[in-house]
């Protein structure tokens, strides 16, 4: 660093200073420390079948009980972790709890739904993440087919050939993939037919304005048509009414999440409302 010059030291300090509010300074000191004080938590959101409303899979989405301040959601650590290593440990402790849990679950005897995790885009082009898997599913060889992951488009074209190589290997030992935020990106049409990817996830932004807004019911109509003509699934993310689950259902969008159907929450929350019999 010292051979790099002052000059380059000063403009360095100065992006950090600039960058180093008190709570992003507080964040990144202490998320190092969340995973071994088993201060992260998992909240779970379901995914419902759009013809019968019928609970399909869920979504895992990771929360931080901070001691100071409270619970915290992943916008606000998610891309300070991703500045360092500490998101490869933060995705590596996720898919484990989640396994952890589908095991619980099974002991309990309720049905097993297929669960997604969402990866970081440091992680996607990494081999890493394949032996993430490796040795998850080493230990819980049943839930091949039941945990799969959820990667933005963002993520995937910043290397697509290697991400394609990544996702080919995970496919290989029953783990799906979803590209998340579909149409917020710029994905190559090229590339989503070879990374074999199973699910388009239609950007919330959309959904938003699909009732009325010309331009977001075109684009979320041409995504299912995209995501139809690939034979690929579609869910429509952020659903939050009638209206707008009636009209994707209409267009032939055959899975939804949204806080109409029910927000993310606690796994005790999921068993009470969707996995015993109601
Ligand atoms: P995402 O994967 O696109 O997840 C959807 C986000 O939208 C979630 O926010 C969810 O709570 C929220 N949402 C769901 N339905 C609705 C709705 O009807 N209306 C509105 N306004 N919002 C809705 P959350 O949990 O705060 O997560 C934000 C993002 O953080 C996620 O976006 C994902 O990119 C990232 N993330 C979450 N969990 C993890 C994780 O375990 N690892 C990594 N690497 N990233 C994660
Ligand atoms: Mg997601
Ligand atoms: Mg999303
Ligand atoms: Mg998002």
């Known amino acids: 660093?010292?051979?790099?010059?002052?000059?380059?030291?000063?403009?360095?300090?100065?992006?950090?200073?600039?960058?180093?509010?008190?709570?992003?300074?507080?964040?990144?000191?202490?998320?190092?420390?969340?995973?071994?004080?088993?201060?992260?938590?998992?909240?779970?959101?379901?995914?419902?079948?759009?013809?019968?409303?019928?609970?399909?899979?869920?979504?895992?989405?990771?929360?931080?009980?901070?001691?100071?301040?409270?619970?915290?959601?992943?916008?606000?650590?998610?891309?300070?972790?991703?500045?360092?290593?500490?998101?490869?440990?933060?995705?590596?402790?996720v898919v484990n709890s989640v396994a952890k849990q589908q095991q619980t679950w099974k002991d309990m005897g309720l049905p097993l739904l297929p669960i997604s995790v969402n990866i970081s885009a440091a992680h996607v082009t990494r081999m890493e993440l394949v032996n993430v898997f490796e040795d998850v599913l080493g230990r819980y060889p049943f839930l091949a087919n039941c945990i799969d992951i959820e990667l933005t488009e963002t993520a995937i074209m910043a290397d697509p050939d290697k991400a394609t190589e990544v996702l080919n290997k995970l496919l290989k030992m029953g783990v799906k993939a979803s590209v998340d935020d579909f149409g917020s990106g710029y994905t190559s049409l090229g590339y989503l037919k070879k990374l074999n990817a199973n699910t388009l996830k239609i950007d919330r932004s959309f959904i938003d304005g699909i009732t009325a807004d010309d331009y977001d019911r075109d684009v979320a109509r041409a995504i299912i048509a995209l995501a139809t003509s690939l034979s690929m699934d579609v869910v429509a993310e952020g659903v939050e009414t009638k209206e707008q689950w009636e009209l994707l259902r209409s267009f032939g969008c055959k899975y939804l999440q949204g806080y109409f159907f029910a927000r993310p929450c606690s796994a005790q929350d999921i068993v009470k409302h969707f996995l015993l019999p109601q």
């Open 1 to 93: 660093a010292k051979k790099s010059g002052k000059g380059c030291f000063v403009f360095w300090h100065r992006q950090f200073l600039e960058n180093a509010t008190p709570e992003r300074i507080q964040i990144e000191s202490d998320l190092r420390d969340a995973i071994t004080k088993n201060q992260l938590l998992v909240h779970y959101q379901p995914k419902v079948e759009s013809d019968s409303g019928k609970v399909t899979g869920l979504e895992a989405l990771v929360r931080w009980q901070h001691p100071r301040l409270g619970l915290i959601y992943p916008d606000r650590f998610i891309s300070i972790a991703e500045e360092s290593n500490v998101i490869l440990e933060l995705d590596r402790w």
